[in-house]
């Protein structure tokens, strides 16, 4: 089970009977009818919705994901932390850079390509703009309109917005973004399902692990040292501390760290409050960011993310007598990772940098299943103490806005 410690010289000034208090006025917040993150992991429904589609297109060999923000993110962030190479060729359009989008459409087979258009609103202009790429390339490729819905996929709001009635309009299978849950708190829906079916990944266990945080925010122990946590990160804050690394100690997660970042900065960055969010990941970036990390102002969250257990590791025996060779002769690749870790937990506490210790026992559906649903209660829990409301992003509409505006006036 993900559990979590913190290491800091700094204790949140909290006692039991504030803590218990906190945390059910937090759980009744979770379980109002306007947030539906929460109580994603008993929407088995959403599953079986998904697993239709993937059995109707599960021969496809290319699946191209178009979506941007939440909609994007996380299921990249499951490709990359679960995936096992099912052998379909995934192609991310996450942006509108034309050399980049010429890049990834040119390997591409049109006619053996799956293309999943994620949208909540179904009119963010990034993706409105790829997929009409996209048409024009099934056109190239002989295929026409009335054959789009053996090429193409939806997901979208349940109600509203353009690919909704689109959807209609082609006969296209269109899957549900429930009205309740928003872009950066999707991935636990078919936005990251249909993708991680296409990779092989385990969507049952994925849920089942976000379920047992579910579970454990609901008992009073661990509940108590989820609000603790929470309520630290808000003292920190209010004297100053504005910015949030996250380095999880492994390749793998480093999309979760991209994913956390939109999350973080998207949720709580407003009314002039927020931490910057930092992505980071070990042992890679102790050459890079780490010295600032470490020497740098003080005025950092750090949360070190260590998996326990890799499925893979590599000896390290050798016969060389080099220093450098002989020390390590003894040991595994993974123990070089824990040694790595445990050596810059220590030298952070030591210089009285403020850090919580993340464990995960290995990277399998359930471990990732928790962390997702802990990042985004723990996101919401300090939005609360902040007092910030995290599940809007008017800065980010206000830029859409006047992009729009700029495409009128230049018609
Ligand atoms: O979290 C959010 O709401 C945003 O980041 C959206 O995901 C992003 O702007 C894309 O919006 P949409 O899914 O409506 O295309």
Redesign the pocket.
Known sequence: MLNWKLRSSHKAKVNTPELEKAMSSYLKTLSSPDIGFFGLPNRKDLVEETQKVFNQFKHKKYFIHI???????GPEMLLSALGNGSGVKFVFINNIDPDDMCRKLDKVDMKEALIYV???????A??VAAMAILMNALKDAGIKENQYKDHFVFC?DPVK?ELRKLGKEWGVHTLD?PSNV?????VLTPVGFLPAMFSGINVQDVLEGAEDIQRHLSDPKIGASFFELAQWIKELHDQGVNQTVLMPYSSLLKDYSSWFV??WA?SLGKNGKGLTPIPAYGATDQHSQMQLFMEGPNDKVMMLIEVEKFHNDYPLKNSLSGEAFKNLAPFKLSDLMKAEFEGTLTALQENGRHVVHLQIPSLQEEYVGQLILFAECLTVMVGELIKVDPFN?PG?EAG?KYANEWLKNHQ
């Open positions: 979506g941007i923000g939440g909609s994007a993110l994620v949208s909540k609103s179904g009119t963010t990034e993706t979208t917005g973004i928003g872009g950066r708190f999707s939109q999350l998207e992003q980010v859409k």
